[in-house]
Structure formats: C-alpha cells, structure tokens
C-alpha cells in the first residue's frame, strides 16, 4: 500500500483544487474499497508461513538464515514469548529507523505544502506538484531499493549490512538533508534536498519489514508486525504537534520551520544511528535459536 501512496497523494491534492477538499476524502473511500477487494481477491500468506512450515509434522518452523536459506527453530511449538522477540536489537533497531522515517512522513503530509505556499511562494498547483515530484522518487526507491537488497543478500552480504546498514542509511541521509535545506539559498536546491529529506526517508519502511522478519517465528510475523508498525508510526500523532507548536512559539514563521526541521533532523540522525548499530538479524536470529550464527 505504501508503494501505491505517491499516485494517491497526487490525486488527492488535484481533487482538491480542482472539486474541493471533500472529493479527496472520496476518492480516498473508493480507493481504498478498491484495494481492499483485490487483496482479498488475491492476498494469501507466503510461501514461509507457518502452515506450509509444519506440514513435515515435526512441529518446528522454517526461518531465514540471512543468506535466502532456512533454519529449523527450536521452540516446539515455533513460538517464542515477546518479549523476548521485542527486546533483540534488531526489532528495537528498525523500530527506531521507522520512527524516523515516519517522523519526515508525518512532517511532508501535515506541514509541507504550508510551507510550500507560505514560506517558498509556491502556488497550489505548483505546490502539489513538486509534492507529487517528491512522491515520484519515493515511490522509486520504495520499488527498487529493496529489490536491491535481495540481490546484495544472495550474492554473500550479510542483513545487517543490506537492509540494516540500508535503513540506516535512508534515515541519516534523509536528516542530513533536513537540517541542510533550510539554509540553502535557490528554490531549486532547497526542493531537491527536500526530495531527499522527505522522500529518501521512506526506504526504511520496507526495509525494517525485512529485518524483522528475519528475527520472528512465521506464526508470529504477523503480530510482531502490527506491534512494530503500531510503535514506528508513533511520529504520525508527535511530529504534527510538535511542529505546530514550534511555529506558534516563533516569533516568525520561517524561524518556527527552522527550528522543527532541525528537530526533525536530530530524530532522524539519532534514530538511524541506533538502527545501523543495533540492527543485527544474524546474530539475533541465531541468539533465539532460529538460525545458526554466520
């Protein structure tokens, strides 16, 4: 769904100008019916789940090795409690990078295209898109990152230096250009590090997906992922606020900008750090017995 949210955001903020802000919720509902009849239609569990796992009848479960092979857990029942699941650095690492990833989420959607209008003259239509722009390279680092990732595994890389090092890096490179743009001078530079400040961010969700996988028994990937994305959106009801805040505080509105895109930067910067750090999906899987360490 994430890879279909550049197109949707650009026919939102067309529907806007063009009908009215009522017609993006619509298009919104009937999108969403939409989606939501073909996954059902066509969405069914991988070809690792649990089911297809245990059909051996030894009770264990299939988990990646880190290299696109499998190990055999030793739980009997492929379980494992989770806290134990939730206190590896792996989960607590790509929990940080899609924290911060989601913190230049929340700030694009709620906050940038006011400064677009106010702070960079841009008009509405000229605002949505380079909005839509930015979409535009999200959605192409969403569809051919990743893939990359799985090339750099098979050919002998380790996860943490693919999809950890990979989420990492979108997160700190994403801050970097956030704390940059505020203070470069020409609209057309300011929006190309905004591209990557705000766009370059959002390699880290899928990735974070893969990491934590990597470090979950099949019959609980699905409940660990609702609890990772539950706490990685967290931004989504801080960042807004937070921001608002600043602004209001300020004795200029560009000032209260500044002030909120350096703090967006320091989450970012900090949250990637943690993630390059922590996220190690070998050694993790091996310390809970899903896989022997490399």
Do not use: K, N
């Not at 970097?176 to 880290?204: I, K, N, Q, W, Y």
Request: aromatic residues 8%; glycine residues 12%; charged residues 15%.
């Amino acid at each position: 769904m994430a890879q279909t949210r550049p197109y949707t955001d650009r026919s939102r903020r067309w529907a806007v100008i063009s009908s009215g802000w009522r017609s993006a919720y619509a298009a919104l509902a009937v999108t969403s019916a939409v989606w939501a009849a073909l996954w059902w239609r066509v969405g069914h569990d991988g070809p690792h789940d649990v089911t297809r796992a245990g059909r051996d009848g030894t009770g264990t479960t299939a988990a990646p090795d880190g290299r696109g092979g499998a190990a055999t857990a030793t739980a009997p029942d492929g379980r494992l409690p989770y806290r134990r699941l939730l206190s590896t650095g792996t989960v607590l690492g790509s929990i940080a990078a899609a924290f911060g990833a989601q913190w230049a989420l929340s700030l694009s959607h709620a906050w940038l295209p006011a400064y677009l209008r106010t702070q960079l003259g841009l008009s509405a239509g000229a605002a949505a898109s380079a909005i839509s722009a930015l979409s535009a390279v999200s959605l192409v680092l969403l569809l051919t990152v990743p893939s990359l990732m799985d090339v750099l595994r098979r050919r002998g890389v380790s996860s943490r230096w693919s999809s950890g090092a990979g989420q990492a890096a979108a997160a700190c490179l994403a801050g970097g250009a956030m704390a940059a743009f505020p203070f470069v001078d020409g609209t057309g530079a300011r929006l190309a590090l905004m591209t990557v400040a705000f766009g370059g961010a959002s390699v880290a969700i899928p990735l974070h997906y893969m990491t934590t996988a990597e470090v979950a028994p099949p019959a609980q990937r699905g409940a660990l992922f609702g609890i990772v994305a539950a706490t990685g959106t967290l931004p989504g009801l801080l960042a807004p606020f937070l921001t608002g805040r600043l602004i209001d505080a300020a004795d200029h509105p560009s000032g209260g900008y500044t002030t909120a895109f350096l703090l967006s930067s320091a989450v970012m910067l900090v949250t990637g750090c943690c993630a390059l750090l922590a996220i190690r999906p070998e050694r993790d899987a091996a310390r809970l017995g899903l896989a022997r360490q490399d």
